[in-house]
């Protein structure tokens, strides 16, 4: 019985949805509508890019691998790395680009359920063919080195795999374990409040089966994402469910007690019908919801256009720029792209005097654009986001609301 797919079962609640996870749901699409509300597309755009680096620093820190966030720029940016750093940020670099590839087929519409088969091996197959050759191999049971093909399950007796102190199923018994995986989350996508509740209880099964050889968790965490845009919560790019992951409600360990507990066996008759504890997996959503919740109540503080432009001013003060340069930087993350030669109207100066303000912003990254004469739009410096996003990278102060508790709602 151990080997059959109904061992991942219940793989969601479909005769009575839990109060409490309808209505963190609830909360979620909520809060998630309103995100980057009153922020230009422009600047959405560009924060989006500096989620999708935070979201892979931080997937890549719950496996141990802590890279600079500026050594993920630079590996995208195609600059030289050093070479002790380099594996590690040409792995972040991959996730980055499939995290990139995931929003822009969710934007033209060709995403595809990000549940099936076909989206999950695409995501490693991605995540594979953009790593560095030091990260294409892992060691199984007993010490043996495994090779990680791109995008293929485990199929033979020697990819049996250890984690922890779970067993996932045989390789040989995996291409079952994920057609039924499919097939059932498949049908959680029917309900719209369902959809988010399904993000966590997949990610946790497919973390259960362990398809792959390696590779597992920044899949399902990359899965996740693409749950949330397929559920509408994807708060346009400008959240991350890893960060939270990483650092939890309470403690920085809460990822890995969760996943464990959640592997829970089934308790007794009162406790659903499956193989696994529906209680558990209860508990499982309930804290990954308010995870999602809480950040995006975060990042939605941290990104909001009235504390961030003040906060964007203050900076430019603090650094010797005068005034024009704060009027300027307020406009282009209000308004979105400037050309260059409107400058001076909007600063009420000389056109000389506008130019000099505009090439000191874009010297010193805080405008960009495509060519040197092109439009400029708003950018933010890697060297001062701990002073525009204090806390997105480590502890700070935003003023958020407190992280949900939970165990408290019934």
């Not at 995986?181 to 209880?201: G, L, N, T, V």
């Not at 845009?229 to 992951?245: E, I, K, M, Q, T």
């Not at 203050?314 to 030669?341: P, Y």
């Amino acid at each position: 019985m151990i080997e059959t797919p109904a061992r991942i079962e219940p793989c969601f609640f479909e005769e009575s949805v839990p109060r409490v996870l309808a209505d963190l749901a609830s909360e979620i699409q909520s809060e998630a509508t309103t995100l980057g509300r009153g922020l230009h597309p422009d600047a959405a755009a560009e924060l989006a890019e500096f989620v999708r680096v935070m979201n892979c620093y931080y997937s890549n820190l719950i496996e141990g691998h802590d890279t600079r966030p500026k050594d993920i720029e630079r590996a995208l940016a195609g600059a030289e790395l050093d070479p002790e750093r380099r594996p590690l940020a040409l792995e972040a670099r991959a996730h980055v680009v499939v995290h990139r590839e995931i929003d822009a087929a969710h934007a033209a519409g060709t995403l595809g359920s990000p549940t099936s088969i076909a989206t999950i091996a695409w995501i490693h197959r991605r995540f594979y063919q953009e790593m560095p050759d030091e990260f294409r191999s892992t060691r199984g049971p007993g010490g043996r080195v495994l090779s990680i093909v791109p995008g293929r399950f485990r199929s033979e007796a020697q990819e049996d795999v250890e984690v922890g102190r779970h067993m996932p199923p045989s390789s040989s018994r995996v291409a079952d374990f994920m057609a039924h995986f499919e097939r059932r989350f498949a049908a959680a996508e029917r309900w719209p409040s369902m959809r988010i509740i399904a993000i966590a209880a997949a990610h946790h099964r497919l973390n259960y089966i362990h398809p792959f050889v390696d590779g597992n968790g920044r899949v399902s965490r990359l899965m996740a994402h693409a749950m949330g845009l397929r559920a509408g919560v994807g708060g346009a790019g400008l959240w991350s469910v890893s960060r939270g992951l990483a650092r939890g409600l309470v403690d920085r360990d809460e990822y890995k007690r969760m996943m464990d507990h959640a592997d829970s066996p089934r308790r007794g008759d009162l406790d659903g019908r499956g193989n696994l504890s529906e209680a558990a997996l209860k508990d499982f959503c309930e804290w990954f919801l308010a995870v999602m919740l809480d950040q995006i109540r975060f990042t939605g503080a941290a990104f909001r256009l009235d504390t961030l432009e003040e906060r964007y001013r203050r900076l430019l003060r603090d650094l010797g720029f005068d005034e024009r340069a704060e009027d300027l930087a307020s406009a282009v993350l209000r308004f979105g792209e400037l050309e260059r030669g409107k400058v001076h109207i909007v600063l009420k100066t000389p056109e000389r005097t506008a130019r000099t303000t505009v090439s000191a912003l874009v010297a010193q990254g805080f405008l960009k654009s495509a060519t040197p004469k092109g439009p400029v739009r708003i950018a933010f410096p890697l060297d001062y986001r701990d002073r525009l996003f204090p806390g997105l990278f480590a502890d700070g102060a935003v003023e958020a609301p407190p992280p949900p508790v939970i165990g408290r709602r019934r």
